[in-house]
């Protein structure tokens, strides 16, 4: 008896806890997106029409805005070419243990593939010379941010 107490004693606290902000809440109380996905369906038919039938360089998040903007976004998880620069970057970063770790992890990868070609990349950060378009992106988790859109890879080369 004592146990089913405690258990809706939790389950209330918990009931309690999720709608002191406010329902339906705007971000899920874990997680960690750049923005809201309101927000990234805003953006995203702009984006699309910006962009036409360009390839888009992901800023860091692809889902709901490549959804909305009917347009081609690419990140690591579709450009296998763009992995080994990124695990290189990494490295170059990291300890003797870390980039011995890494080296084991990717021991049968293919470095040699090339990353895509891109006509525009979405970048986070300072103002970039020449950017077409910028979008204010909030959240609890990454705070705000400005994202930009420029012509190229968005790497400045």
């Known amino acids: 008896m004592a146990a089913a107490v405690a258990v809706a004693g939790v389950l209330v606290v918990s009931i309690g806890a999720y709608a002191a902000g406010g329902l339906p809440r705007r971000f899920a109380p874990l997680m ?3 923005d809201a996905t309101a927000d990234y369906e805003r ?5 699309g029409r910006l962009v036409g039938g360009g390839t888009v ?6 889902g709901v805005l490549a959804y909305s903007c009917d347009c081609a976004i690419v990140d690591l998880f579709d450009d296998r070419g763009a992995v080994g620069p990124a695990i290189t970057e990494r490295e170059a970063h990291l300890g003797a243990l870390g980039r011995a770790l890494v080296d084991v992890n990717f021991r049968f990868f293919d470095f040699g593939d090339r990353p895509i070609v891109t006509d525009y990349a979405l970048v986070r950060g300072d103002p970039p010379p020449g950017a ?6 909030t959240s609890p988790w990454a705070g705000t941010q400005q994202l930009y ?8 080369a």
């Open 57 to 62: 360089r992901s800023g860091g998040e692809i």
């Open 32 to 34: 960690s997106n750049h």
């Open 149 to 156: 859109l420029v012509r190229g890879n968005g790497s400045g």
């Open 132 to 137: 077409l378009a910028h979008w204010t992106l």
């Open 43 to 47: 953006i995203g038919p702009e984006l």
